[in-house]
């Protein structure tokens, strides 16, 4: 089992990756992170997010049952709960992890032989247009992303690897090449 973790900025297709690995990739699984935010439209609770109060994600960090968290964007936590990893080893799949650089860079701390692959958009303006294409965020929140993404893009040589998500069907077959080579441990 591998513990993978898909970092990148907002709208460079992470969600995207990770949705096309799992329908073909038995073997992977995806960590359901818990979040202080309101679901998206579609969004379900406990598939997607694990969507909890302020009051009881600190909890989870009092208790230390957290792998990593952030507040991102300023407003909102985010984290992986430690039993995602117990899930991932009972049913024997790579575990992967989709997450922001503060993230990342804690996963990688506290369990360093975990893979960490920085997704990267093909340029500044189709990242841009895939933000403001996914109707999901006002201006300012676009804004906010915008400008956390450039201190993401600067952090990209943190990274095991860093791909470029130009075409979606090559990205997805190159993160599972990573996997399959770590696993294999060439």
Same mark, same amino acid.
């Given at each position: 089992?591998?513990?993978?973790?898909?970092?990148?900025?907002?709208?460079?297709?992470?969600?995207?990756?990770?949705?096309?690995?799992?329908?073909?990739?038995?073997?992977?699984?995806?960590?359901?992170?818990?979040?202080?935010?309101?679901?998206?439209?579609?969004? /379900?609770? =406990?598939?997607? %997010?694990?969507?909890?109060?302020?009051? &009881?994600?600190?909890?989870?960090? $009092? #208790?230390?049952?957290? @792998?990593?968290?952030?507040? /991102?964007? =300023?407003?909102? %936590?985010?984290?992986?709960?430690?039993? &995602?990893?117990?899930?991932?080893? $009972? #049913?024997?799949?790579? @575990?992967?992890?989709?997450?922001?650089?503060?993230?990342?860079?804690?996963?990688?701390?506290?369990?360093?032989?975990?893979?960490?692959?920085?997704?990267?958009?093909?340029?500044?303006?189709?990242?841009?247009?895939?933000?403001?294409?996914?109707?999901?965020?006002?201006?300012?929140?676009?804004?906010?992303?915008?400008?956390?993404?450039?201190?993401?893009?600067?952090?990209?040589?943190?990274?095991?690897?860093?791909?470029?998500?130009?075409?979606?069907?090559?990205?997805?077959?190159?993160?599972?090449?990573?996997?399959?080579?770590?696993?294999?441990?060439?």
């Amino acid at each position: 089992m591998a513990l993978v973790v898909l970092a990148g900025p907002a709208g460079v297709g992470k969600g995207t990756i990770v949705q096309r690995i799992l329908a073909s990739e038995p073997d992977f699984m995806l960590s359901v992170s818990a979040t202080t935010r309101s679901p998206r439209p579609g969004e /379900v609770d =406990g598939v997607h %997010y694990h969507f909890i109060s302020k009051v &009881e994600f600190e909890g989870l960090i $009092a #208790e230390n049952q957290l @792998l990593e968290h952030a507040i /991102v964007h =300023g407003s909102n %936590y985010y984290g992986t709960p430690l039993n &995602e990893l117990t899930r991932a080893e $009972a #049913e024997d799949k790579h @575990l992967l992890l989709e997450i922001d650089l503060q993230g990342a860079r804690q996963v990688k701390a506290r369990i360093p032989q975990a893979l960490t692959i920085f997704i990267s958009p093909p340029s500044w303006e189709e990242l841009e247009s895939r933000l403001r294409n996914r109707g999901t965020e006002t201006e300012e929140q676009i804004q906010t992303r915008l400008s956390t993404a450039r201190t993401e893009l600067a952090s990209a040589g943190e990274f095991d690897f860093n791909l470029t998500n130009q075409d979606l069907d090559s990205c997805v077959a190159q993160v599972v090449e990573l996997v399959r080579k770590y696993e294999r441990g060439s």
